[in-house]
């Protein structure tokens, strides 16, 4: 039987690349997204991907939501937590609100989908939970101390519940990409990006199946022995 697989902003960038290759690789795949219809549309359109609308930032819409998809596909048995946005700015310029939609959109995203979805993992004794974190999660970036706070509690969210999860068969691991041609980078003015990618040792932006091929490989049964772990994908830029 197929397993079922729920990717948040599943839609479009790195997302859309990860909910294509795990439909190729026959999970049964349900795509998150929120304000951009079209894209979300065109996406279904072209893949045949289910996809469904909510704010995953919101407990009560990621309850209803989960609801649904078990209904229309089954019960979820990977979870892709990848939706995130930026609202950048140095601290003496960012706004509460900023501050606020960040953190619930990237991180509190996180313990409401694993939240909705643990107690059925536990019940079948498996579970695959991906967190999507970022570079400046772990390096830290100027202007993001929202994006950055959020991201970097993802990787400690990822160890906690990896211990909860382990004897359960369930497992949960992080990526960090780098920076990656989608159109959260491609807002960042070019004279910035010129100057991020002379400093990525392979020379180039990240592609989103980069990121998505790692998705795949934690995601499969064969990688039940890795738990807890974040994998960096960032063309060499941040080694520790
Ligand atoms: P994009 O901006 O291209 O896509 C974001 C996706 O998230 C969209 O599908 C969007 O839906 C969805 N989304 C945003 N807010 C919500 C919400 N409240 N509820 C449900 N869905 C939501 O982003 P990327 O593909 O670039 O980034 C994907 C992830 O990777 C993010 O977590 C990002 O922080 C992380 N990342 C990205 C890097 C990069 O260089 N691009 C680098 C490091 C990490 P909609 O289409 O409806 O707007």
């Not at 199946?209 to 039940?224: C, M, T």
Request: aromatic share 8%; charged share 20%; hydrophobic share 45%.
């Amino acid at each position: 039987m197929a397993r079922v697989a729920l990717v948040t902003g599943g839609t479009r960038g790195i997302g859309s690349a990860i909910s294509r290759m795990l439909n190729e690789a026959g999970f049964k795949v349900a795509a998150v997204y929120h304000g951009n219809v079209e894209a979300a549309e065109t996406f279904a359109k072209e893949t045949g991907i289910k996809v469904f609308r909510w704010d995953v930032a919101d407990f009560g819409a990621c309850r209803e939501g989960i609801e649904r998809v078990t209904e229309e596909l089954g019960p979820i048995e990977v979870l892709v937590n990848n939706a995130g946005i930026t609202r950048d700015g140095t601290i003496h310029r960012m706004d509460y609100e900023d501050w606020e939609a960040v953190v619930h959109t990237n991180l509190t995203s996180c313990f409401n989908l694993a939240r909705l979805v643990i107690d059925a993992m536990r019940q079948r004794g498996f579970g695959r939970i991906i967190n999507i974190g970022s570079i400046n999660g772990q390096a830290g970036q100027y202007g993001q101390v929202n994006y950055a706070a959020a991201k970097s509690g993802i990787h400690g969210f990822t160890k906690a519940l990896a211990q909860e999860g382990a004897a359960k068969g369930i497992t949960v691991n992080a990526i960090a990409p780098g920076y990656v041609d989608t159109d959260m980078v491609r807002a960042v003015p070019p004279p910035v990006l010129e100057k991020i990618i002379a400093g990525i040792p392979v020379g180039r932006l990240g592609r989103a199946e980069d990121i998505a091929r790692g998705v795949l490989f934690l995601a499969s049964d064969d990688a039940d022995f890795i738990t807890g772990s974040t994998l960096s994908i960032n063309g060499g830029q941040h080694m520790y």
